[in-house]
């Protein structure tokens, strides 16, 4: 079995464990990207990744914030802001039948005067949105969304 193959056995069978990194500006703009690769292709989404197995939490928060956006920083300078369950139709393989499960422990990280960004390969490109901006956007996934569905509730 193949790399490919093994991790589509995993997202198959079991749920996965992510962190989002929800990341507002001085303006209170929040930093989204326009995935390019399932699940969510397409959409804006707010930065994150999985969590690597044996990887302690707070490694994983460095890497994924150095991955998604290029920036160093700690996990203790963002807020827990709670475990959400993101689930989709589709898979990171596009195979037919095969959804996947995030289980994510969503972090809110206030950077009032950015550093510059710079994207990854998941993204198309990465920009800021105001509140209302993202939460009307069609094409802001609702997984993103709901950070925020509660500011407005």
């Given at each position: 079995m193949n790399s490919k193959e093994r991790q589509l056995e995993i997202v198959r069978g079991t749920p996965l464990v992510s962190i989002d990194l929800v990341i507002e500006d001085g303006a209170r703009r929040v930093l989204?990207?326009?995935?390019?690769?399932?699940?969510?292709?397409?959409?804006?989404?707010?930065?994150?990744?999985?969590?690597?197995?044996?990887?302690?939490?707070?490694?994983?928060?460095?890497?994924?914030?150095?991955?998604e956006v290029g920036w160093t920083g700690t996990r203790d300078k963002a807020e827990f802001i709670g475990v959400y369950e993101h689930f989709y139709p589709a898979n990171f393989a596009g195979s037919p039948g095969v959804t996947t499960h995030y289980v994510a422990l969503?972090?809110?990280?206030?950077?009032?005067?950015p550093p510059p960004i710079r994207a990854d390969d998941q993204h198309e490109h990465l920009e800021w949105m105001s509140i209302p901006q993202l939460l009307a956007d069609p094409g802001v996934h609702e997984n993103t969304k709901v950070y925020y569905r509660q500011d407005v509730e």
């Open positions: 989204v990207g326009k995935r390019v690769n399932e699940p969510a292709r397409g959409c804006w989404f707010v930065p994150g990744g999985r969590v690597l197995k044996d990887e302690r939490l707070d490694h994983a928060f460095s890497r994924i914030l150095l991955r969503a972090y809110r990280l206030i950077v009032p005067d």
